[in-house]
């Protein structure tokens, strides 16, 4: 399995970054697909019912690691990724 140099992060085999089919909900929230969001919660050891009570920095960090493979790997850029990297950190 991949991993992140810095935060040594286990991604999915078999699996691509358009597979967690990110999107902007009508709210401004992301939207991605769980299921696939579990298992990396589930092959790094995370307890998933704990991560959905705070779920903002994981998905955070998945998202990240996982664009920053993807890239590095030669994929080609995600509009949405690219968006939120540009508007970069916000406060709640």
Known sequence: MPTDSLLTLKLPEGYAFADLKLRR???DEIDLDMDLFKLVCTLNGMD???VLQNHGPVVT???TVWYKRHLADGGAPDALMEALRRQ???LN
């Open 88 to 90: 970069g950190p916000r």
């Open 48 to 50: 998933f019912e704990k």
């Open 25 to 27: 909900c009508a709210d």
């Open 61 to 63: 960090t998945v998202l």
